[in-house]
């Protein structure tokens, strides 16, 4: 039995390359599926058990591969010829249909498949191991393994560095590896393996097995250039949308990477869809109707040049902290809400800043330019007690000495009322509930000091 508890299923997809001269429309693909029967496969998931829905989803995916050109199959199975116990059987791993065409070893394949019944263990390593004397020389080839697992290594081997060693000797380019109902931990397992996918449910399952394929055949990719002021693709770090074109069904969601390698990361995408693609900067940047081209690597180029604001308060920290309302320059539309002492990045451009304190701070024509940061610094609020004898009405003016500007109300239920106000001269107006005539109203002047704190009495 597994050690872990939640169920799992992998499929490890490896590319294998013999070196040819020849041309890529005479390539022979050849697909070994390494299939786990261990006895955990009996655990239920989905539908039914997993055992039952893998032959089921395995069954579809081959009747799609019948009329694949210089496509070869071949199937090895492990954990299927002894039970695990008393002992577990490390070397229970068996080549069970050799490489043959496509249209002959599709229908082998799905018939012994449906023939298996969970019994042993998971030698993961051995089994990969072993599968390099699966392929028999061929001339201009690209050999494929897809492991499907439902668990970690159990043998005490390592299929990372038997992963590594064969990439080494020029066996296996980088795998894939695709996990289903993974946990973080089990994902970061087979990490190092090879490229990861998560599989979480039946149908993301067959989907996945189409990506993968795509990938690994038609060699379809896909890669996203953010590009910068300049035009190179030298944004990353945020959130990819692929919407299914003209519609609002979403197909894919990434966040945006720079690879080990300095480029913008490479995906995998369904290529008989068009997509409209969204990234979601601040504003967001929009791409429709994109088409995906088969066999080759296809590039998106987004321009996303993007700057920060970063928003200060200046002097010492307090318990206020105003946030701000961000705009396109001479739009009302609101983009962000951003706290001060936080930083943000947005598109390159002019932004109109409303800054959500008392009284309101307007700014205009901010601008963003690349890779700079704009720092807009504030005073630090004052804090004012308005201490009262009883409930009544009244409001908070800035005065110039030449006009009033109203800023805010007054509670009329609280006898002590804090308000933080932006330094300045202020007035206010006031009168008690229980007062009657207008010509007892209190008025009272004050200015507000950068971050202290005084108490305004109406008595």
Not at 199 to 211: G, I, P, Q, R, T
Not at 224 to 250: C, H, M, N, R, S
Not at 388 to 404: A, H, L, R, T
Request: with cysteine; aromatic share 10%; charged share 25%.
């Amino acid at each position: 039995m597994k050690k872990f508890g939640f169920i799992h299923y992998f499929l490890i997809f490896n590319l294998v390359f013999t070196i040819s001269v020849t041309s890529y429309s005479q390539l022979t693909n050849r697909i070994l599926f390494i299939f786990d029967d261990s006895f955990s496969m009996y655990a239920p998931w989905n539908s039914n058990i997993k055992i039952e829905v893998a032959k089921k989803v395995m069954g579809e995916f081959l009747d799609s591969l019948k009329n694949i050109p210089n496509l070869e199959l071949a199937l090895r199975c492990y954990g299927h010829t002894t039970f695990f116990k008393p002992d577990r059987n490390c070397k229970d791993s068996k080549l069970e249909v050799p490489f043959d065409n496509a249209i002959v070893n599709s229908i082998k394949i799905k018939q012994r498949i449906q023939k298996l019944e969970p019994l042993g263990t998971t030698p993961i390593a051995y089994s990969l191991g072993e599968s390099a004397n699966d392929f028999t020389p061929k001339a201009n080839c690209r050999n494929i393994i897809i492991l499907i697992t439902d668990g970690i290594e159990e043998c005490g081997g390592n299929p990372c560095q038997v992963s590594v060693e064969l990439q080494k000797k020029g066996i296996f380019l980088r795998p894939f590896v695709i996990g289903v109902g993974l946990d973080v931990k089990f994902a970061d397992v087979f990490a190092c393996m090879g490229k990861f996918y998560d599989v979480s449910n039946e149908a993301n399952f067959k989907d996945v097995l189409k990506l993968v394929l795509t990938e690994a055949i038609t060699q379809t990719t896909v890669q996203v250039d953010l590009l910068d002021i300049l035009k190179k693709p030298t944004e990353t770090d945020v959130d990819l949308t692929f919407y299914e074109a003209g519609t609002d069904i979403v197909k894919y969601n990434y966040v945006h990477t720079i690879n080990n390698r300095g480029n913008p990361d490479t995906l995998v995408l369904n290529p008989d869809i068009k997509y409209d693609l969204t990234v979601h900067t601040i504003p967001n940047q929009i791409k429709k109707n994109i088409s995906i081209i088969k066999g080759k690597h296809n590039i998106i180029k987004v321009d996303a040049p993007q700057g920060y604001l970063k928003l200060e308060l200046d002097g010492a920290i307090n318990k206020y902290f105003p946030t701000t309302i961000v705009r396109k320059n001479g739009e009302l539309e609101t983009l962000n809400i951003q706290d001060f002492g936080k930083i943000e990045k947005y598109i390159v451009g002019k932004y109109d800043l409303e800054i959500l304190t008392l009284p309101r701070i307007y700014l205009k024509d901010v601008e963003i330019k690349q890779n700079s940061t704009n720092a807009i610094k504030i005073p630090i609020s004052g804090n004012i007690l308005f201490s009262k004898q009883g409930n009544g009405y009244g409001s908070v003016y800035v005065d110039n000495g030449k006009n009033v500007v109203w800023v805010c109300n007054l509670n009329p239920t609280l006898q002590n009322e804090i308000i933080y106000l932006q330094p300045g001269k202020y007035k206010v107006v006031f009168r008690y509930d229980f007062v009657k005539e207008t010509n007892k109203t209190i008025e009272r002047n004050f200015e507000v000091i950068s971050g202290s704190t005084q108490t305004v009495r109406l008595l």
